[in-house]
């Protein structure tokens, strides 16, 4: 068996791999382990590209974690000396009573964010990529831009490995036990002790907590990139990133092309899955279904498909996240089901988890991530 550590992290994924950088920022003996390689595309934190924005549709709780998200984005990016962001400025589009605008323009005037409420025709005069139907309109902030998600975690890896957190991959774990005080963890290799367990497997995570019953569901998702017929219109400096309730809680959402493409995908309606056994094949009607609505509203961007990849999105019933305690195990801190929009806060949970596991406490208001338990 392996020395004892303050810390384990099972998963080193988004969650998991910024946990690992904080916690060893804090001096703490920590260890990461894998079922994979991170980043690897066999998750939820693949693909390219994700969406960061500050006027945040889902609930204005949100926005002091995504802000405090973006100062840390900007110090790993320097530490890193890696390109993490890119700010393209951001639209969230619908009628003006869909939850996309309404819950936006609501996070924008709570806490006075800059902000834009922009007509279809202003949309499409100044975005001319974008063709949104008169009856839309769209909230225009300025901060909002793209991550590059595999760069974000290998940057979060590096800066915990050089800080001293062994981190070990291809090695999945079988199972956890509570040790006393602590807790021992079981993989294909060895056998682990640590004061403190950090679950953050993303869409594996109800096997390591089944007694929790925790009411989450995989559902696949299908990122698309297609050939723009006029590529000078998704250039990044004249299109930003864009999400749309293009029919009442229905979603998709698309970016600049970077040079692959312009990449677009629904966002929920996709098939409930278990992860040890999705199909990662897409399939030609899924192409064309997503073709259909790029073709009423990003009519430039209907060229030939470049590239399609199967990617997971684990949620909860409301669309909140899961960060809390176990509660039969208090040193047992879990950090899951994102809802398909998590990739963004990842560098200010790993902060929260880093406290919460360190100090005990947090300065963040995490009620919207608690009490599901019961
Ligand atoms: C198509 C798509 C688009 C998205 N777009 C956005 C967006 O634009 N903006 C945004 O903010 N969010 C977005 N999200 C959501 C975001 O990407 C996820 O919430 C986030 O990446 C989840 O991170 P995670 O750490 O929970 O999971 P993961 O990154 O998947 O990490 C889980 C890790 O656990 C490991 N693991 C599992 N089982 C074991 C085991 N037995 N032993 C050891 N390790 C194990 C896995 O190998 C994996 O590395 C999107 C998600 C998808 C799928």
Known sequence: ??????????????????????????????????????????????????????????????????????????????????KLFRQTGGLMMGRPDSAVVAGARRSAEEHRLKHEILSAHNVRLRFPALNPIDEMIAVWEPRAGILFPERCVEAHLASARRRGAELHFEEPVLRWQRDGEGVRVFTNRDEYRAGQLLLTTGSWITSFVSELRLPLTVERQIQFWFEPKNPARFQPDRCPIHIWEHEPGKYFYGFPDLGEGVKVAGHHEGKTVDPESIDRVVAPDEVEGMRAIVRRFLPDADGPLRSAIVCMYTNTPDGHFVIDRHPAHPQVLIASACSGHGFKFSSVIGEVLAELLVEGETQFDLDLFRARFD
Do not use: N
């Open 1 to 82: 068996m392996s020395s004892a550590f303050d810390a384990i992290i099972v998963g080193l994924g988004a969650m998991g791999s910024a946990a690992a950088c904080h916690l060893a920022k804090r001096a703490k003996k920590v260890i990461g382990l894998d079922r994979f390689a991170p980043p690897h595309s066999l998750g939820s934190s693949h693909g390219k590209t994700r969406i960061i924005r500050e006027a945040y549709f889902e609930h204005p709780l949100y926005v002091p974690l995504i802000q405090r998200a973006y100062e840390l984005w900007a110090e790993l990016e320097s530490e890193s000396g890696d």
